[in-house]
């Protein structure tokens, strides 16, 4: 993996086997790595960014905005130690097989420990129930994406807070999750303890 300085669009300069993707897109030092199912579900086929070209992806950037998460909605977004991506990430002519799914896996779980977030937003069921499977030690045998909307799950190392798709939400949806981000970073989200007193020196060191 090679990590292409100063460039929001596929910063490490990933190549899929496909004819057509939509690379991960944003900060590479997010605090924040919101991530999604695939372009045909939530956007990007034809501008190349996640989470854009559609109603539903509209919806999100709007709540993403009103939580400060982006500084501006659009194709592309301005974000705000923000990263967005897909579990799959290339353009499908139909709807990817469970097959399609584990090739382009470890795309994925490379960028989610590149990008190394304090906290990752899946959007969905399929993208909750993989990062509940590969961050957490959550069960993933009972997932109800009403319950668990816009709610803090700890994770081995991340906070996560999964994201009901947008094409299901009413306002009261939207708000909620707006709310909670805007809560949730006026909190300790990254969870770090500062070790530097154990190692020497005056220079702090914190780990998760």
């Not at 695939?38 to 854009?52: A, K, L, Q």
């Not at 139909?94 to 090739?103: F, K, L, N, Q, V």
Request: some cysteine; aromatic content about 10%.
């Amino acid at each position: 993996m090679t990590y292409v300085a100063d460039v929001e669009s596929n910063p490490f300069g990933y190549r899929p086997d496909c004819e057509r993707f939509v690379p991960g897109f944003g900060d590479v030092e997010a605090d924040f790595h919101v991530i999604g199912n695939h372009p045909g579900v939530h956007g990007g086929t034809t501008s190349g960014t996640p989470f854009t070209e559609t109603p539903s992806a509209e919806v999100l950037q709007g709540a993403l905005l009103r939580g400060d998460l982006l500084r501006k909605a659009g194709t592309p977004p301005t974000v705000a130690s923000t990263y967005l991506s897909y579990l799959h990430l290339c353009v499908p002519d139909s709807a990817p097989t469970e097959a399609d799914y584990t090739r382009y896996e470890s795309f994925a779980e490379a960028e989610v420990r590149a990008i190394a977030a304090h906290v990752l937003l899946p959007v969905g069921e399929r993208a909750t129930r993989w990062v509940f499977e590969n961050m957490t030690t959550r069960s993933t045998t009972d997932i109800d994406m009403e319950k668990l909307h816009a709610t803090e799950v700890i994770g081995s190392g991340w906070l996560v807070m999964p994201i009901a798709d947008p094409d299901t939400w009413s306002e009261d949806e939207s708000r909620k999750l707006s709310d909670a981000l805007t809560e949730l970073q006026e909190q300790d989200y990254r969870r770090e303890a500062d070790l530097g007193r154990l190692v020497g020196g005056d220079e702090p060191y914190y780990v998760r």
